[in-house]
């Protein structure tokens, strides 16, 4: 394909390709590992990529028209945790001379999701409530169908409809066709009765029996993940009475306590940097036993943030209510830090707020209050900045400094919650003041599901020759009788 279409593709998705081998799988995934199909399918990923310049889709390059119309846009999550893609076809009306551009803004959602997520699956809502027939566009329907089916492997979970039209269901049967059997699965169509059984109510409009109060709106893009701004150190709740009063304390002496929580944890962080510099020269060295420990930090241009994906608490049953996140500092300059979540009634973070030295290492412990759980639509949000070294690292220059940096110069980086169910948590866990090593990671799942569908293929592969050899003997066994009828028919009509 390269040798023939190589002036078809862009460069830097063949360059990505090579190196990000969870992109091949997830290709492979969605192929069902035919090796064939799946190569067809990136030959006509990557040229449409080129043809819509899919790399260079940015906010500046698209009408803004198209952001404040607010017919397309990510929001919230379902009941599994995967991120919701809106599309109210109500504010869609349907124009040729658009219609490049409404498709372009498709990809720019779905790019820009891929890169900030690292390519997580979505859930698309389909919200036709108020809906007819001026906004009826199954060309621009297939075109959201074909990126979810042949341009972004592995991406599509399901696609709940809410409340279509009569008048749709003769063009939904249309596009049922194009989605193929697969797919077909994963259509869910749902009304006020039964949509809560796939998105829980806090993340649906009134209109759809929710409460979720968001109101879209363009300036600024979306990043309804965080639009609460995390309490310094989170909520002080009520329910227990000890851990409210420290907190109190803690709240007016937080400069004090800061400093005090950096002096107790210097001792660790000579042991962290080693751990960090082992890390490093095993990468070096390519020693396959640390390759599990690689794969926990995210290594940002600013910071090395460990774990990499996910914070794991415990169910109610097994109790585990902190969590650890391990911030080292990779630059030449002091980096302040902020961490926001989307619960900022649950968690309780120390230090919210706050700066790491150049070259060391800082521990931030992420408590759940009590009375609450751990849920997989809970995020975390850790930004990132570099300092001026005349500017000082205490509260008011924090303050003052989050209020003047541009947001190019600002490092994100984003964490799920994860509910362990067994007693043995599997994360960067903090229990009695012991770091507990993962157990599992997505990529040895990944792995292991890749390792099944082939374990798979070979069972069908050889119950196919079963049935062959079956089919073959049987045809055989005809053979016979009738050669052994027709013999006897001779003898027959011989002696006749």
């Excluded at 990529?49 to 698209?62: A, I, P």
């Excluded at 890169?115 to 997580?120: A, E």
């Excluded at 039964?194 to 968001?214: A, K, N, R, W």
């Excluded at 990043?223 to 150190?233: R, S, V």
Aim: charged share 25%; proline share 4%.
């Amino acid at each position: 394909y390269l040798l023939d279409k190589s002036d078809k593709y862009d460069s830097r998705d063949v360059e990505r390709l090579q190196q990000d081998d969870k992109w091949v799988e997830n290709y492979l995934i969605w192929r069902h590992n035919v090796v064939d199909d799946t190569l067809k399918m990136i030959d006509e990923s990557f040229q449409w990529r080129k043809e819509y310049t899919v790399n260079d889709l940015t906010e500046s390059v698209l009408p803004k028209w198209l952001f404040e119309n607010g017919s397309l846009f990510l929001h919230g999550y379902d009941k599994e945790g995967y991120k919701l893609f809106w599309f109210r076809v109500k504010h869609h009306i349907r124009d040729p001379k658009q219609q490049l551009d409404k498709k372009k803004l498709v990809a720019f959602w779905l790019e820009h999701y891929a890169k900030r997520d690292h390519g997580k699956p979505l859930t698309v809502v389909f919200d036709m409530a108020e809906t007819g027939i001026s906004h009826i566009d199954l060309d621009f329907v297939r075109f959201i169908v074909n990126c979810f089916t042949d341009y972004y492997p592995n991406f599509l979970t399901k696609i709940v409809i809410f409340e279509m039209p009569w008048i749709m269901n003769a063009a939904f049967k249309i596009v049922k066709g194009w989605l193929g059997p697969d797919a077909i699965s994963m259509l869910k169509f749902t009304n006020k009765n039964d949509v809560q059984e796939y998105i829980s109510g806090e993340y649906l409009p009134p209109h759809m029996g929710g409460t979720d109060s968001f109101k879209y709106s363009y300036p600024p893009l979306v990043d309804d993940d965080f639009q609460t701004p995390l309490c310094e150190n989170g909520p002080v709740t009520s329910e227990d009475e000890h851990e409210s009063k420290e907190e109190m304390d803690a709240d007016t002496k937080e400069t004090g306590e800061l400093n005090e929580e950096q002096n107790l944890n210097q001792k660790k962080m000579n042991s962290v940097e080693q751990i960090s510099k082992s890390e490093e020269t095993d990468k070096t060295d390519f020693k396959p036993k640390n390759a599990k420990k690689a794969l926990t930090t995210f290594k940002g241009p600013l910071l090395h943030i460990s774990p990499a994906e996910e914070l794991y608490f415990g169910s109610k049953e097994t109790g585990e209510k902190k969590c650890l996140i391990v911030l080292t500092n990779v630059t030449k300059n002091t980096v302040a830090f902020k961490v926001r979540t989307t619960a900022p009634e649950k968690y309780r973070v120390k230090p919210s707020n706050s700066s790491c030295e150049p070259g060391t290492s800082l521990d931030i412990i992420v408590s759940l209050h009590g009375g609450f759980a751990a849920s997989l639509q809970d995020r975390f949000l850790i930004m990132a900045a570099e300092m001026d070294q005349s500017s000082g690292a205490g509260v008011p220059e924090l303050t003052q400094f989050w209020k003047e940096v541009p947001r190019a110069k600002v490092m994100e980086h984003r964490l799920r919650c994860h509910v362990v169910e067994s007693s043995k948590p599997s994360s960067l866990t903090l229990k009695e003041n012991s770091f507990n090593i993962p157990a599992k990671t997505n990529e040895d799942l990944h792995i292991q599901l890749t390792r099944l569908l082939q374990i798979n293929k070979r069972l069908q592969e050889q119950i196919d020759r079963c049935l062959w050899f079956q089919q073959l003997s049987a045809v055989l066994s005809l053979l016979s009788v009738s050669v052994v009828a027709f013999c006897f028919y001779l003898v027959y009509t011989q002696r006749s």
